[in-house]
């Protein structure tokens, strides 16, 4: 029997890290997925257009999907393949096209054309994309994981289009080629943080800040107008435990191995959600350890468990109302975390306008190839440089990541 069978028609809009994602059902199963839109407001008013449902407590059943797309969406592999979906209104073809597309897994793709033949018709890449942009539950059916030949990006019909799309698939590990050379230097991902025009994920005003820049230093004009496309976007903090917790597991591992490792911290939690702090810290040294947590690491968590415990990790409320240098200090006291990380929150987090890491390496090495310098700056060096881009050295950091990807002559 269905877990649905008893269970009234509705919707439920949640949080993900990447942002509000709705779900609808019904008896027979999962009506329709929301990815995050332009605003939370506009994601829930897409859903309720969706549905045709009202808001309602979920059941179980969709707490455990919710949980299990929260966890696909921090980089987890997750299996959707046995979650029912109510297929009942639409045509053969394209039930076939979207069960097909359920047998494509995370971390990998298959062509418009290659799925045509999976679904058992042949030559029907031109339907099968049809299919694919009215996808009503992406994630589920992993419309994301479909690409056009040559593995070019193709179409995505989500807010963000193909940013979306390629963010997406970084998660899983997919990276989707890039027409600029790519450079293998530690840096943030211009597929992950692209955003689109007017995105509204930012507190201050990209244009603005892009024209203060280029009129303020002409060479950095220059790398603006090569990369006109790109702009940071921040993630969604939902608290700094969070998002700490997950940057110590992270740290000097692959994308893949820490969500793997990550995955298992989560397993030992609630809802197979990450531990609250009094929980992680009654939880054994053996069974962290057993989720593949370094000895380091572990006594790290545990540290940053008592600190948010005993207040020195403010609330999310209190972060927003203090300044870049009082959330580096107050942050910074954390057992294994260092001001870079910090600094990593503060710019793709929090979004603030006026951060300088000249600690990165991708900083200098950009700077470096950009103004034609025979080494990297000193982190001193490049602070007193970048005392020209005040009030919006985050945004000028973000293009000397860019500068990293692109040919240059000097």
């Not at 589920?140 to 799309?165: D, E, M, W």
């Not at 197979?272 to 009654?282: G, N, Q, T, W």
């Not at 350890?289 to 968590?301: E, H, I, P, Q, V």
């Not at 970048?386 to 000397?400: C, Q, T």
């Amino acid at each position: 029997m269905s877990p649905f069978s008893q269970t009234p028609s509705g919707c439920y809009v949640f949080d993900t890290a990447i942002g509000p994602v709705g779900i609808s059902w019904n008896h027979r199963g999962v009506t329709a997925i929301q990815l995050p839109d332009k605003t939370p407001a506009e994601t829930l008013e897409r859903i309720l257009e969706k549905s045709r449902a009202t808001l309602s407590d979920p059941p179980a059943a969709i707490r455990k999907i919710a949980a299990r797309i929260q966890r696909s969406l921090e980089g987890v592999k997750v299996d959707f393949h046995s979650i029912p979906l109510d297929m009942e209104s639409m045509t053969p073809f394209d039930r076939r096209v979207y069960d097909a597309a359920r047998r494509i897994g995370p971390g990998k793709t298959a062509t418009y054309g290659e799925l045509a033949a999976l679904a058992g018709s042949p030559g029907a890449a031109r339907a099968v994309g049809a299919a694919m942009g009215k996808n009503p539950f992406p994630l589920l059916i992993p419309c994301h994981r479909v690409v056009a030949a040559g593995n070019k990006p193709g179409g995505f019909s989500a807010y963000g289009g193909q940013q979306t799309k390629a963010r997406l698939l970084a998660l899983e590990g997919v990276d989707l080629p890039c027409p600029s050379p790519a450079n293998k230097s530690k840096r943030p991902s211009a597929a992950k943080a692209r955003a689109v025009p007017g995105d509204g994920g930012l507190p201050f005003d990209w244009d603005a800040a892009v024209a203060i820049l280029s009129s303020k230093d002409r060479r950095l004009a220059r790398l603006i107008e090569r990369c006109p496309a790109v702009r940071l976007e921040t993630l969604a903090l939902r608290n700094p435990y969070d998002s700490l917790a997950k940057a110590i597991v992270y740290q000097q591992l692959n994308g893949r191995a820490a969500a793997t490792i990550f995955g298992r911290v989560c397993a030992l939690g609630k809802r197979r959600r990450l531990p609250r702090p009094r929980a992680l810290l009654e939880i054994s040294d053996e069974k962290l350890r057993g989720a593949g947590l370094s000895r380091a690491k572990l006594a790290a968590l545990r540290d940053l468990a008592a600190k948010t415990l005993d207040g020195t990790v403010p609330s999310h409320a209190r972060l927003l109302g203090m300044s870049d240098e009082e959330i580096v200090e107050r942050l910074s006291a954390i057992r294994g975390i260092g001001r870079w990380t910090v600094q990593m929150m503060l710019m793709f987090r929090l979004g603030r306008p006026d951060v300088l890491p000249v600690d990165d390496y991708g900083v200098r090495k950009g700077f470096e190839r950009w103004y034609g310098l025979d080494s990297p700056p000193t982190p001193k060096e490049l602070a007193a440089f970048g005392e020209r881009w005040k009030p919006f050295r985050s945004v000028a950091s973000w293009y000397m990541w860019r500068a990293l990807e692109l040919p240059v002559s000097v």
